[in-house]
């Protein structure tokens, strides 16, 4: 019962390190992700030499497999609480209201917008920029700031220049 414990644990740790060298490197931090490696082929061939040793016993052949579906559960949830790297949301109110960049600038966002022409009329556009650990505060910015916003969220994969260069080169 032991083995089989160790076995989970060992895949766990095994598949939540792959999970996040993989999104290392998607993000663009090759030198992390290759250090990350190290530890994870180390795991990897302790795990795996276990239960290869040990495969006369289905319940190791299990436990790998349930220490696997674990891990990528735990490295998604790590990666969530890392939240690495920044989001763009796109909002879309059906108000012209001139006034709603600058509130949300005064919350620290960098905001880009126009009115746009919408299938029942006029729309304020916006584009903001914000770290993906400030998602979260910003969409309850929105919601407390205009309720009906239609709300897109994506990952942009690099900027370059602009309000939100100069903040972080301040600390923001």
């Not at 190290?38 to 497999?65: F, K, M, Q, R, S």
């Not at 696997?68 to 012209?96: F, K």
């Amino acid at each position: 019962m032991e083995l089989i414990f160790i076995i989970i644990g060992i895949n766990v740790v095994y598949v939540s390190l792959y999970t996040l060298r993989m999104i290392f490197v998607i993000k663009g931090q090759r030198i992390l992700a290759s250090i990350l490696s190290l530890g994870e082929v180390l795991v990897y061939i302790t795990g795996l030499g276990i239960v290869l040793e040990n495969l006369d016993n289905p319940w190791n052949v299990a436990a790998y497999c349930a220490g696997y579906a674990v891990g990528v559960y735990i490295g998604s949830r790590i990666e969530e609480y890392l939240a690495l790297g920044y989001v763009t949301v796109q909002v879309t109110v059906d108000c012209v209201e001139i006034e709603l960049p600058s509130k949300l600038r005064g919350y620290g966002y960098g905001v880009t917008s126009w009115l746009a022409d919408g299938k029942d009329g006029k729309r304020l556009m916006m584009q903001v920029l914000a770290k993906r650990s400030n998602e979260r505060k910003l969409n309850q910015i929105l919601d407390k700031l205009c309720p009906k916003a239609f709300v897109i969220s994506f990952e942009p994969k690099n900027f370059k220049g602009g309000f939100w260069v100069k903040q972080v080169s301040k600390g923001f």
